[in-house]
């Protein structure tokens, strides 16, 4: 019988590596990035045409390199970072495992073009699937630039499982973004289909960071340094106060290397306890300094996975830094005119300070003494008034009904008859969040929030399934800013907001103008709050198994729905009340939760029995 084990060729080895190096366009972005980092690049110019796939191109002024280092840089486990085995614990550059260019070479066509600054030529090199195609001398400014185009042009089923557009787009803005961060003292640029969406001048830190995510970071940051015999921290923290619901602005970098760490993040949301509401995730970027003998990077190809030989000393060194800065923070006086002092009151306040906040809000301080409150026999008789009116005629009910709000098989907008069949009885609102409804046979306890995000999903999906909602017309445009990966996100949902009734125009530059907004929105809410957390919850909704429109509507009632607190007319619960039981799916919110609850009469005197 014949041998059948044999070597791959070098191009099907190559392929088969690029499937784990080379995940997507982004993929290829990182791993250019860092060889100009690498290269002790100041200068370093991104270029993306079609959401990198069409074209890649990074632009540095490295040091370039010789005719045999191109050639060499091509093939499998070629690299200049590492000689030894014991170098893998000392090492301190980005890249090293000697994969990157020949995974990139194996899935794309590639141009490079690099000079040596003490070299009057450079080199001109073309691949294709892992073939050079050409190598010649070329006049080229020192450095190194490397096109890639057509990515997966040969492996088409790679190609066919990338996303659209936007979403590739977003994951090179992270890319971009953890490069850019982690070397605040190089220059960066960004163009993407001839449009500059970043310049970044060297600078410090907190300048980065202002640059990326917009100038009114610059109230939010506090920092946080702090050194150890073993590992230093540096870097800024954000006030409690401006915590968001939806992760994507915590950043860890260890030797300036970008890390995934869903460990250490537990010990920033530790220090953070009862600072931010639960469900929702403090800005930041901190910087881990540590002896590369006492962590492990040749985890995974990405390289964002890293290993601590004591991970629970970092757990708790990171935990009481950040503490101690919030603390700063808190105590230290400051000169910063822009400070926001409403953070200083929520940490810190002074007992004189707590008292009077006491008296403003009628809450008793932990200092003493009492607050102002109505009479007990007030209390009391308002409570009987409440109740009584609560249960109003119902001991001459004796109807049953099944509890609908706990079946998931009742066939939808098939309500039953005795649940609408609702006697002429003013609904009732107890903390500013449910709504008790009187019925046939008890009552429904009906929570506001949930039942209006039911009925706004309901007429949005409506809404964009016909033509274009009615808009109303702003006298006054506005202009909001955002971050450049939200400004993508906002890109792809303009056609449906537009249905919606959401007139904007892309302004470029992150820009966006707001000329007109849905009528029902008119007067009711802040058109750039509303943009803002729409953006919020469709970011949440992004991985749930939803189409763009599903996700949409989901989002925008979500953001745009009743809050709980919020006291209402009776005109407005019944008009609430009367549009939940017209939807097609009453009983649950878009997110799954009861839209109402049904109290039997029967069951409640039961409760009563001895």
């Keep these: 019988m014949a041998d059948l084990i044999q070597l791959l060729p070098d191009a099907i080895a190559n392929q088969i590596a690029a499937g784990e190096v080379i995940q997507r366009p982004a993929s290829v972005v990182k791993e250019l990035i860092e060889n100009a980092i690498d290269a002790g690049s100041t200068k370093i110019r991104l270029i993306i045409k079609d959401a990198g796939k069409t074209l890649i191109q990074i632009i540095d002024n490295g040091c370039g390199m010789s005719e045999t280092d191109a050639r060499m840089s091509f093939e499998r486990h070629a690299t200049s970072k590492i000689r030894e085995a014991s170098d893998l614990f000392a090492i301190r550059t980005m890249g090293f495992r000697g994969e990157a260019m020949a995974s990139i070479a194996a899935i794309s066509q590639v141009e490079m073009r690099t000079r040596r600054p003490d070299s009057e030529l450079g080199t001109l090199l073309l691949v294709e699937g892992s073939i050079v195609k050409k190598q010649e001398p070329c006049q080229t400014a020192p450095g190194t630039s490397i096109s890639v185009k057509n990515l997966f042009f040969n492996v088409p089923a790679r190609r066919n499982f990338l996303k659209s557009n936007s979403v590739e787009m977003r994951h090179i803005?992270?890319?971009?973004?953890?490069?850019?961060?982690?070397?605040?003292?190089?220059?960066?640029?960004?163009?993407?289909?001839?449009t500059e969406m970043f310049h970044l001048p060297p600078g410090n830190l907190r300048q980065r960071?202002?640059?990326?995510?917009?100038?009114?970071?610059?109230?939010?940051?506090?920092p946080i340094s702090e050194e150890t015999d073993l590992l230093n921290f540096e870097g800024f923290i954000g006030k409690p106060e401006f915590a968001?619901?939806?992760?994507?602005?915590?950043?860890?970098?260890?030797?300036?290397?970008?890390?995934?760490?869903?460990?250490?993040?537990?010990?920033?949301?530790g220090a953070y306890e009862e600072l931010i509401p639960k469900g929702t995730y403090p800005f930041y970027v901190i910087f881990i300094d540590i002896d590369p003998e006492r962590i492990d990077i040749n985890v995974h190809p990405t390289k964002q996975e890293i290993k601590f030989d004591d991970e629970r000393m970092v757990y708790n060194y990171l935990k009481v830094a950040t503490r101690h800065a919030l603390g700063q923070y808190n105590v230290m006086p400051t000169l910063d005119f822009d400070q926001d002092t409403n953070f200083a009151v929520k940490l810190g306040t002074q007992p004189s300070q707590e008292k009077e906040i006491s008296r403003e809000l009628n809450t008793p301080s932990r200092g003493g003494g009492s607050s102002f409150s109505p009479p007990k026999k007030d209390i009391d008789r308002s409570n009987l008034q409440n109740w009584e009116k609560l249960f109003e005629g119902l001991e001459d009910s004796t109807e049953n009904i099944p509890n609908t709000a706990a079946s998931d098989d009742t066939p939808p907008n098939q309500v039953s008859d005795?649940?609408?069949?609702?006697?002429?009885?003013?609904?009732?609102?107890?903390?500013?969040?449910?709504?008790?409804?009187?019925?046939?046979?008890?009552?429904?306890?009906?929570?506001?929030?949930?039942?209006?995000?039911?009925?706004?999903?309901?007429?949005?999906?409506?809404?964009?399934?016909?033509e274009a909602s009615p808009s109303q017309h702003q006298l006054f445009p506005t202009t909001m800013k955002l971050s450049a990966a939200d400004a993508e996100i906002l890109k792809d949902m303009l056609p449906d907001l537009k249905r919606l009734g959401f007139e904007l125009e892309d302004f470029g530059n992150n820009d966006f103008i707001i000329n007109g907004i849905p009528s029902d929105m008119a007067g009711k809410q802040n058109e750039v709050k509303v943009i803002e957390g729409l953006l919020e919850q469709y970011k949440l909704n992004v991985n749930l198994d939803l189409n763009t429109n599903e996700r949409l509507a989901k989002s925008l009632a979500k953001s745009t729905a009743i809050k709980n607190g919020k006291k209402m007319s009776v005109e407005e619960m019944e008009s609430l009340i009367e549009q939940l039981f017209l939807c097609q799916i009453p009983y649950k919110s878009p997110s799954g939760k009861n839209c109402f609850l049904t109290f039997e009469l029967d069951d409640l005197n039961k409760r009563f029995e001895a």
Excluded: C, W
Aim: cysteine-free.
């Design 418 to 466: 005795s649940l609408l069949d609702v006697e002429n009885i003013a609904p009732y609102q107890i903390h500013g969040t449910f709504i008790v409804s009187q019925i046939n046979s008890g009552f429904l306890l009906i929570n506001q929030h949930e039942a209006h995000q039911r009925i706004l999903y309901e007429k949005y999906l409506e809404n964009m399934n016909s």
């Design 244 to 269: 968001r619901k939806t992760r994507g602005e915590q950043f860890f970098f260890v030797n300036q290397r970008y890390i995934k760490s869903h460990y250490l993040n537990h010990a920033i949301m």
């Design 209 to 222: 960071i202002i640059n990326i995510f917009g100038k009114k970071f610059n109230q939010r940051l506090v």
């Design 173 to 194: 803005l992270d890319e971009f973004q953890f490069a850019a961060i982690a070397n605040p003292d190089i220059f960066f640029s960004l163009h993407h289909n001839d």
